[in-house]
Structures are given as structure tokens and as C-alpha cells.
């Protein structure tokens, strides 16, 4: 244990680094450089110095000044320690000509200044180049509001550590990126380069030329490093920035008198969606109808609202417009489905009108209407009960057929009266099983009625009304004739439809039970008088 500690401490005083800073190195991964490149500068501290003690102020003159990355090692050779900190700034030219680096001095100790040749030209010694950007405007002439597609490619020449590619800039007009990344590789000029794709649709505001600026790439790459005499070689990672060049694109006006909603596509359909294996409708059944509209090359905000106007006869719940956006074939296409359940409330022949949406076709230069046309449908109600004949007559039987149907009445006639005498109590009862008997029904049905109207759900409340309504009046009772039963019933009908084949989402209306079982009480309640008037006349 005591050898251990006389050699940790051997260690420790042999080891132990210089008390002061003694040298500041300061250099560039190349010069010279064209006006539109960027060059990473490299400053090395032979000592452990805190990452804000180097000021890169000055060099904000005759450059911009990018991320900036600091890194510490410490190597030990020979029972030597060597400390070291290391600075990496992204530097652009801001003009061209001859600009200069200044020294930079931490604790006395300062750097050499450094002299950078920038050319004229874009690009200097381009095979030497790790990336580069490339933007290409796939429509050069749009009309306002018309996408345009701006296809950007990232040429990666070396490993990518990380990196950002920020969108292109237009004032003037709306651009966001459409789809997912696509990941490659392509040969430029006998020189393999990992290729990352990406696709942006750009919607002019108004018209004349606009100028879009190219978008920016600033990451860091693994380059090798110099091996300085050793047999092994590794890579580091370097920070780099780069930028395509800006583009310009003329933007035209809608034509002069022009009307309504602006849409500008390569193709616009409408489709319709309706029951085709039912020829009639019943008053009071709900019809889903769906409408989509389709647009090619086109952005959804572009897309007009759509207007499906109905005769006063049909009321029309609509539901909320779904829009989106998706790409086939590489085209943008945008769509807007509005869905609507159309409830008759009269009998007869009715026409939904025709549907259209006015187009600008980019192509032809001319205006175009995409159509549904208009449809008929028939509309009837309830099948009526079949009225029992105020006379009916009776075929008279054959002549040979009295004996036998004599003897037969005569035999029933004697067999009721001997019935009669000995089952008085109990025939005199019967009728008022019977009424108890329907009471009972009645009662159940309303009992089903009142459960339903406790819930959320519209259509069982309907349907539980239409029941306990028809048996209490023994008759066919619609939802039609319901509603002129009184006037509170109908408009606790009409409320419960509203809400079932209404919008659906945050803020509608929810179907109210508590008002069509207070409703219907009220009714029974109001013709309770006759009710009893109409049962005493029949009881002897």
C-alpha cells in the first residue's frame, strides 16, 4: 500500500502540467475561398482555458460569425501532461478581396494574424467542396395562388455528424414542406455524394416578381484528421455552412373579372356519394349525402367552401368540413368532404340542385366548372291503415246450406245461454282484464320511453316515442303526424332530430329527453277528460 502511494504521488508531481499558457495557434481549413463559401477557423490554446475567454468580436467586421464550438483533451506521454483547448468558429465572407483574421491574445499570449483571399468567383477548387446545396423551381410562372414546387438537394461528400436545413424565404407568399425527406446517392464529376432531397410548395400572395431566397445548411462532417507521422488516421468533426442561390419567380394576376372564389389547379373534380338502391324515401328518414371536392397541384386553404342549398321542403343537417392534403404521383392533392343528412318533412317530388365550382386551369388559360348535376328524388309517408268498411257485406249462402246453418245457430244460441248463467262473475270481469291487460302494455312501452329519454341517445328516444305514441292511440303513429299532436311535443321531436343529425363537435346541442317526457305528459294530461267520458259510455 505504501509503494502504491509513492508512486501515485511519483505520478502526480511528474505529471503536472505548465502553470501558465505558452502558445495560441490560430488557422483556417482553406484559403482562399469563393464569395459564397465558408471557412472554418481553428484556434488551439496550449492549456485549459475557460470557453469565453476567446473574443471573436473583431472578426464581425469583414465576417459573419457562425456556431462556435469548444472542445478540451488531455494526453499523456511519457509521464508528460499536455493540456489543450480548442475553439472552432464558422466564418462567411461579407465582401470579397483580402480580409483579415485578427490575432487574438488570452493571458498575454497572442496568435498570429491570418490573411484571407476571397475570390469572385462562387466556388474556388469545387472538387475539394464536402457539400453544397441546390435549389431547383420546378414552376417558374405561377398565378396568385397557384403552388409552385421548389425541389431543394443536399450534396453530402463526407459523413454527416448533424445538421439543419432551413426552408427557403419569400416575401410575399406562403411555403411549407410537402412529404418526408428522401434519403440517396448520386456521382457528381466521378465523386460519390450521399444526396438528401426535399420538396417545398410555395403559394404566391400577389403578383409580379418575386425573389426567393435559397435555403441554408449549417452542420458539422467527419473529416479526416492529419495523421502527423502516426500509422493510424481518425476523423474529426468540423463544422460547415453553406447556401444555395436565391431564385426568381414571376407571379401573374388573376384575370380581369374574374368571379367569386379564387382556385387555380391542373385538375378539379367534384364526386357525390347517395343511396342508389332506394327509389323513394319515407318523410322523416334521414338521407346521407356526401360531397368531396378534389383539386390537383393545389394547397387545401385554397379550397371555396362548399354550398349545397336544398328546397324548404328537406332540412339539411351538415356536418363539419374535412379537409387535407396529400401527394400521388408526385402532385399535391388537396380535398374537401362535406357530409349532410337531408331529412324530408312534406310528401312529393323534390330536385337537389345542381352543385358547381369555377376553376382556373393554369394550362389552357381558361376558366372551367366542375359540375354534380342536379338529381329528383320522391318522397312519400307511412303506409295508412287499411279502414275496416262502414258496411260489410255478406255473401248470402247457398239455399241448401239453411238447415245445417239453422241447426248450427240454434246450438250456439243454447250453448251461450248456459254459459251465460253459470260464468256471470266471471264474462263480467273480462272486459276489465282486457283493459288491464293493455294498460299493461301501454305502460311498459312508456316505462322504455322514459329509460331512453334518460340517456344520450336521439334515435332511441324517437324510436320509444313512435312505439308508446302508437299503442296509446292504436294506430300508426309517425314522427309527422307526432309533431301535430301539440305544439310542445313537436318542438321536442324537432329538437331531438336537430341534435341527432346535426354538426358533431364542441358546442352543439344534445338530444333532451326531460322535454319530450315532459311534453308528452302534458298530452295525456289534456285529453285525460275525454279519455274518461269515452270509457264511461261504454260501461253499462
Known amino acids: 500500500m505504501v509503494r502504491n502511494l509513492i508512486l501515485g504521488l511519483a505520478l502526480y508531481f511528474f505529471t503536472l502540467p505548465g502553470w501558465a499558457l505558452d502558445r495560441i495557434e490560430a488557422t483556417v481549413d482553406k484559403n482562399p475561398v469563393g464569395r459564397d463559401e465558408s471557412l472554418v477557423l481553428t484556434v488551439i490554446a496550449d492549456d485549459e482555458v475557460e470557453a469565453n475567454r476567446l473574443d471573436t468580436s473583431a472578426l464581425l467586421r ?39 483574421i485578427p490575432a487574438f491574445t488570452i493571458d498575454g499570449v ?54 439543419e436545413l432551413s426552408a427557403p424565404q419569400m416575401v410575399g407568399a406562403q411555403i411549407k414542406q410537402l412529404g418526408e425527406d428522401k434519403d440517396g446517392s448520386d456521382i457528381v464529376d466521378g465523386r460519390r455524394f450521399r444526396v438528401i432531397e426535399r420538396m417545398y410548395g410555395i403559394i404566391p400572395d400577389k403578383a409580379g416578381t418575386l425573389t426567393m431566397q435559397a435555403p441554408v445548411f449549417e452542420g458539422d462532417v467527419l473529416v479526416p484528421a492529419p495523421r502527423n507521422g502516426g500509422m493510424f488516421s481518425f476523423n474529426e468533426s468540423r463544422p460547415m455552412r453553406t447556401s444555395g442561390k436565391d431564385t426568381a419567380i414571376e407571379v401573374l394576376d388573376k384575370p380581369e ?61 351538415p356536418e363539419k368540413p374535412e379537409t387535407k392534403s396529400f401527394l400521388r404521383e408526385g402532385q399535391l392533392v388537396a380535398q374537401l368532404r362535406l357530409t349532410q343528412a337531408i331529412v324530408p318533412t312534406e310528401v312529393g317530388t323534390f330536385e337537389l340542385p345542381a352543385i358547381e365550382v369555377p376553376w382556373w386551369n393554369p394550362h389552357l388559360k381558361r376558366r372551367e366548372i366542375a359540375t354534380i348535376p342536379s338529381r329528383t328524388i320522391r318522397v312519400t309517408g307511412p303506409a295508412p291503415a287499411a279502414p275496416l268498411p262502414a258496411n260489410a257485406e255478406v255473401a248470402a249462402p247457398s239455399a241448401a246450406y239453411w238447415p245445417w246453418l239453422t241447426a248450427f245457430l240454434a246450438l250456439g244460441w243454447l250453448a251461450t245461454a248456459l254459459g251465460w248463467a253459470m260464468s256471470a262473475k266471471r264474462t263480467s270481469q273480462q272486459p276489465v282484464a282486457t283493459v288491464q291487460s293493455q294498460s299493461q302494455g301501454v305502460s311498459e312501452l312508456k316505462q322504455q320511453l322514459a329509460r331512453a329519454c334518460q340517456g344520450s341517445d336521439g334515435s332511441a328516444m324517437l324510436s320509444a316515442a313512435a312505439d308508446y305514441l302508437s299503442a296509446r292511440y292504436g294506430t300508426n303513429i309517425t314522427l309527422d303526424k307526432a309533431r301535430a299532436l301539440s305544439e310542445p311535443l313537436g318542438n321536442a321531436l324537432g329538437q331531438i332530430q336537430r341534435a341527432r343529425f346535426g ?35 261504454l260501461n253499462p
Open 62 to 100: 469583414n465576417f459573419l460569425v457562425g456556431r462556435t464550438s469548444v472542445s478540451r483533451s488531455t494526453r499523456i506521454i511519457n509521464f508528460n501532461s499536455e493540456k489543450e483547448t480548442r475553439w472552432q468558429v464558422l466564418l462567411t465572407p461579407r465582401t470579397t478581396g483580402t480580409l483579415t
Open 110 to 163: 497572442s496568435s498570429a494574424p491570418i490573411t484571407v483571399d476571397v475570390s469572385e468567383q462562387d466556388q474556388v477548387n469545387r472538387d475539394a467542396q464536402y457539400l453544397y446545396v441546390e435549389g431547383e423551381l420546378l414552376t417558374p410562372s405561377v398565378y396568385v395562388g397557384q403552388l409552385a414546387l421548389y425541389k431543394v438537394k443536399l450534396y453530402l461528400g463526407l459523413d454527416l455528424q448533424r445538421g
Open 257 to 317: 373579372g374574374w368571379q367569386g372564389h379564387w382556385l387555380v389547379a391542373n385538375l378539379v373534380a367534384l364526386k357525390e356519394e347517395f343511396p342508389q338502391d332506394i327509389e323513394e324515401f319515407a318523410v322523416g328518414t334521414p338521407i346521407t349525402r356526401s360531397v368531396t371536392l378534389l383539386a390537383s397541384n393545389a394547397d387545401e386553404t385554397s379550397l371555396p367552401s362548399l354550398n349545397l342549398p336544398l328546397p324548404p321542403e328537406l332540412k339539411s343537417y
Open 503 to 537: 354538426q358533431h363537435g364542441a358546442g352543439n346541442e344534445a338530444p333532451d329527453g326531460g322535454a319530450l317526457i315532459a311534453a308528452i305528459e302534458a298530452l295525456e294530461r289534456k285529453s285525460s277528460p275525454n279519455a274518461a267520458a269515452s270509457l264511461g259510455e
